[in-house]
């Protein structure tokens, strides 16, 4: 161990007196790779990895515990600081698990915005992850291109839900408003956009790019096995040869209604993960273009009709005694769901995002458990870096495309 | 008199409940479904209690069989992945956890939650031989509610840092924070003594301190910096400056050349 004293001052990021001869790199948690507030102790033989320890909690922020003090409507806005990057899917996620919670469903208006809005976030959360792991790996310019597509995601959101990032775009039992007036249009000229590029820019900069393929191909191999065993899902899975989606399996929403393939790669490395991104996205377009003829033929329902849960609409409100005691009871004390537990598994675009949550008839839940993908990404970070090279290491996590916002709740 | 606060559980309560307020519950249905059924007889001798809430089959076992329920519906019944792992407190009720195991069986796509109820001060045996998810899962169930569990390869704290005091989410720690949580800082990078110096912590960053003459300046009462506040007027005239004059002409070139 080093002594530091100021005189000798203390290396934090090195430790070089050890008897073994390897040397133990400390990494994050501000590293511009780290995706967030990551941080990895490594230990090195030579530029090999032989030990890592993801070592993470530098986010946070006590969310499950907010979310036994909030009611139910209250929490819906914290669920938003969980995947950043793709909000919409958090909102939806809780949402949905509540409304299973209550046994109610949303309306057929809300069911198409929500999947719209869900496809739109696994667009700009798929750009994002392109776009960071081409950064890290080097590709500078494919992070600016996939920025610019992202931009028009977020106008698309921020036309229908005012935000860019932290959306709450979904209610417990349906959506808050109705699309505006061309935002239709915009989104189908958005995915005609996304298609072009893809196989014009990012493919095209990317997919036979020597580089590339020399950092990625065979970099972080995950076995089916080990990739169920550590509990990876959503592109980590499929990335390993396991078909698994849980848009297809255990449909939600409208997703069983609708035509699209899930992309599987068995390469089980960094590049069949990226390819499996890159196709993911054309099904997510493929998906909208769907959805926008079906919006037209819905009623302009836009909340589910259960007065004691959810509030009535403004005007009945406005005009009814009796809907606004209900509206003014659900203020100001919250909504009481049947006693009992829930576990609501959601495909967020980096895995499987479920919501536990156990309800004693109270307004409050009295337990609500957020199963997040990137939580157990990370924990897989300790076996899958041993044995490969320092320069590597970027890469991995890069690929295991982890967002620290749901890893520390 | 003053309002009775139970200390076993200081979490929000509802500010009033309706004296004829029904709590319904969430219908628990017999298992039919035959893979299901193929689930429960296969651990038919480890289980207390086996029904079907919302779609998942719910299998209530004691919390010394837990290993052994486990390694059988991963090796019998197909349930490979364990997608989550946590408790929930009810140590205020009963002094036990619930403890609960949620599986995924990927070809069937079926899940199943394993669920015990384990005494205060108990430890539960690791499933992170079987479920190496487990290994993250269960070092996050005893950072947040300190519950032990044994044979974990490397049980330590993951998301609170490792000299912290309690386990906060359990139903008895302090919503506001304790004396502990909030000097954390301030202790461990500066030391105890320097509390009275640093004072306590402020998170309002749009706090206008009147009396601070450091930072703030009061228009029409100005001091110099540092200087005791002071309500006598003082007469500075303030020029009219533009902060960006763009009319103007550059008074220097960098480069000769150009």
Same mark, same amino acid.
């Given at each position: 161990?080093?002594?530091?004293?100021? &005189?000798?001052?203390?290396?934090?990021?090195?430790?070089?007196?050890?008897?073994?001869?390897?040397?133990?790199?400390?990494?994050g948690?501000?590293h511009?790779?780290?995706?967030?507030?990551?941080r990895?102790v490594?230990?090195?033989?030579?530029?090999?990895?032989?030990?890592?320890?993801?070592?993470?909690?530098?986010?946070?922020?006590?969310?499950?515990?907010?979310?036994?003090n909030?009611?139910?409507?209250?929490?819906?806005p914290?669920?938003?600081? %969980?995947?950043?990057?793709?909000?919409?899917?958090?909102?939806y996620?809780?949402?949905?698990?509540?409304?299973?919670?209550?046994?109610?469903?949303?309306p057929?208006?809300a069911q198409?915005?929500?999947t719209?809005?869900?496809?739109?976030?696994?667009?700009?959360?798929?750009?994002?992850?392109v776009?960071?792991?081409?950064l890290?790996?080097?590709?500078?310019?494919?992070?600016?291109?996939?920025?610019?597509?992202?931009?028009f995601?977020?106008d %698309?959101?921020?036309?229908?839900c005012?935000?860019?990032?932290?959306?709450s775009?979904?209610r417990?039992?349906g959506?808050?408003?109705?699309?505006?007036?061309?935002?239709?249009?915009?989104?189908?000229?958005f995915?005609?956009?996304?298609?072009?590029? &893809?196989?014009?820019?990012?493919?095209?900069?990317?997919?036979?790019?020597?580089?590339?393929?020399?950092? %990625?191909?065979?970099?972080g191999?995950?076995?089916?096995?080990?990739?169920?065993?550590?509990?990876c899902?959503?592109?980590?899975?499929r990335?390993?040869?396991?078909?698994?989606?849980?848009?297809?399996?255990?449909?939600?929403? &409208?997703y069983?209604?609708?035509?699209?393939?899930?992309?599987?790669?068995?390469?089980?490395?960094?590049?069949?993960r990226?390819?499996?991104?890159?196709?993911?996205?054309?099904?997510?377009?493929?998906?909208?273009?769907?959805l926008?003829?079906?919006?037209?033929?819905?009623?302009?329902?836009?909340?589910?009709?259960?007065?004691?849960?959810?509030s009535a609409?403004?005007?009945e409100?406005?005009?009814?005694?009796?809907?606004?005691?209900?509206?003014?009871?659900?203020?100001?004390?919250?909504?009481?769901?049947?006693k009992?537990?829930?576990?609501?598994?959601?495909?967020?675009?980096k895995?499987?995002?479920?919501?536990?949550i156990?309800s004693?008839?109270e307004?409050?839940?009295?337990?609500?458990?957020?199963?997040a993908?990137?939580?157990?990404?990370?924990?897989?970070?300790?076996?899958?870096?041993v044995?490969?090279?320092?320069?590597?290491?970027?890469?991995?996590?890069?690929?295991?495309?982890?967002?620290?916002?749901?890893?520390d709740? | 008199?003053r309002?009775?606060?139970?200390?076993?559980?200081?979490?929000k309560?509802?500010?009033?409940?309706?004296?004829?307020?029904?709590?319904?519950?969430?219908?628990?249905?017999?298992?039919e479904?035959?893979?299901?059924?193929?689930?429960?007889?296969?651990?038919?001798?480890?289980?207390t209690?086996?029904?079907?809430?919302?779609?998942?089959?719910?299998?209530?076992?004691?919390?010394?069989?837990n290993?052994?329920v486990?390694?059988?519906?991963?090796e019998?019944?197909?349930?490979?992945?364990?997608?989550e792992?946590s408790?929930?407190?009810?140590l205020?009720?009963?002094?036990?956890f619930?403890?609960?195991?949620?599986?995924?069986?990927?070809?069937?796509?079926?899940?199943?939650?394993?669920?015990?109820?384990?005494?205060?001060?108990?430890?539960?045996?690791?499933?992170?031989?079987?479920?190496?998810?487990?290994?993250?899962?269960?070092?996050?169930?005893?950072?947040?509610?300190?519950?032990?569990?044994?044979?974990?390869?490397?049980l330590k704290?993951?998301?609170?840092?490792?000299?912290?005091e309690?386990?906060?989410?359990?139903?008895?720690y302090?919503?506001?924070?304790?004396?502990?949580?909030?000097?954390?800082?301030?202790?461990?990078?500066?030391?105890?003594?320097?509390?009275?110096?640093?004072?306590?912590?402020?998170?309002?960053?749009s706090?206008?301190?009147?009396?601070?003459?450091?930072r703030?300046?009061?228009?029409?009462?100005?001091?110099?910096?540092?200087?005791?506040?002071?309500?006598e007027q003082?007469?500075?005239?303030?020029?009219?400056?533009?902060?960006?004059?763009?009319?103007?002409?550059?008074?220097?070139?960098?480069?000769?050349?150009?």
């Amino acid at each position: 161990m080093q002594v530091a004293n100021k &005189l000798s001052p203390f290396f934090e990021n090195l430790n070089f007196e050890r008897d073994d001869n390897t040397m133990v790199i400390n990494f994050g948690p501000q590293h511009p790779s780290a995706h967030g507030q990551l941080r990895l102790v490594l230990e090195l033989e030579g530029e090999q990895v032989v030990k890592a320890y993801p070592d993470i909690g530098y986010l946070h922020r006590g969310i499950e515990k907010m979310a036994e003090n909030m009611t139910y409507n209250e929490f819906l806005p914290t669920t938003d600081r %969980l995947d950043y990057i793709a909000s919409t899917s958090n909102n939806y996620a809780y949402a949905l698990a509540v409304e299973k919670l209550l046994g109610i469903e949303a309306p057929r208006r809300a069911q198409v915005i929500r999947t719209m809005l869900l496809e739109l976030n696994r667009i700009i959360s798929h750009l994002f992850f392109v776009a960071t792991h081409a950064l890290d790996v080097g590709a500078m310019s494919v992070f600016l291109y996939a920025f610019r597509e992202r931009e028009f995601a977020m106008d %698309l959101m921020e036309d229908y839900c005012g935000a860019r990032l932290t959306h709450s775009a979904v209610r417990i039992g349906g959506v808050p408003l109705d699309l505006p007036a061309g935002w239709l249009e915009n989104l189908a000229a958005f995915c005609d956009k996304v298609d072009y590029e &893809l196989e014009h820019t990012y493919e095209a900069l990317l997919t036979e790019n020597r580089i590339w393929k020399m950092r %990625l191909e065979d970099v972080g191999v995950i076995s089916a096995e080990d990739a169920l065993s550590w509990g990876c899902t959503g592109p980590m899975l499929r990335g390993s040869g396991v078909k698994y989606d849980i848009r297809k399996e255990e449909p939600y929403e &409208l997703y069983s209604e609708l035509d699209f393939d899930i992309p599987v790669s068995d390469r089980c490395d960094s590049y069949g993960r990226y390819r499996l991104y890159m196709a993911e996205m054309k099904e997510s377009t493929k998906i909208l273009r769907q959805l926008i003829p079906m919006y037209s033929k819905t009623e302009p329902q836009l909340m589910a009709h259960a007065p004691q849960y959810i509030s009535a609409p403004k005007e009945e409100i406005m005009t009814q005694n009796y809907a606004l005691m209900q509206h003014f009871v659900l203020v100001t004390q919250g909504m009481r769901p049947p006693k009992g537990e829930v576990y609501v598994p959601t495909e967020s675009p980096k895995g499987e995002l479920g919501f536990y949550i156990k309800s004693e008839g109270e307004p409050y839940a009295y337990r609500l458990k957020c199963r997040a993908p990137s939580f157990f990404h990370t924990g897989l970070l300790q076996e899958l870096l041993v044995g490969t090279y320092i320069a590597d290491v970027v890469t991995i996590i890069g690929s295991t495309n982890i967002v620290f916002g749901e890893v520390d709740r | 008199m003053r309002k009775y606060v139970p200390k076993d559980n200081v979490q929000k309560k509802a500010y009033y409940t309706d004296r004829f307020h029904v709590v319904p519950r969430v219908p628990r249905v017999a298992v039919e479904d035959a893979h299901f059924l193929s689930v429960v007889n296969a651990v038919k001798a480890d289980i207390t209690d086996s029904y079907v809430e919302i779609g998942t089959l719910v299998l209530h076992i004691k919390p010394e069989d837990n290993f052994k329920v486990l390694q059988v519906l991963k090796e019998q019944c197909g349930y490979t992945q364990c997608s989550e792992q946590s408790a929930v407190d009810y140590l205020a009720k009963d002094n036990e956890f619930e403890l609960f195991w949620q599986l995924l069986n990927v070809t069937e796509a079926k899940r199943v939650r394993v669920v015990c109820r384990l005494a205060n001060g108990a430890a539960i045996e690791s499933v992170e031989s079987l479920f190496k998810s487990a290994n993250f899962a269960e070092r996050e169930m005893f950072d947040m509610f300190g519950i032990k569990v044994n044979n974990h390869p490397f049980l330590k704290r993951i998301i609170m840092p490792d000299d912290w005091e309690g386990h906060p989410l359990l139903k008895t720690y302090p919503l506001q924070g304790d004396e502990f949580a909030s000097w954390y800082e301030v202790d461990k990078i500066f030391g105890k003594e320097y509390r009275d110096i640093i004072g306590p912590e402020n998170r309002d960053p749009s706090k206008i301190e009147r009396e601070d003459t450091k930072r703030f300046s009061r228009v029409g009462y100005e001091v110099p910096f540092g200087a005791p506040y002071s309500e006598e007027q003082t007469d500075i005239e303030y020029s009219e400056t533009v902060l960006v004059d763009y009319n103007k002409k550059p008074s220097k070139t960098l480069d000769k050349r150009r």
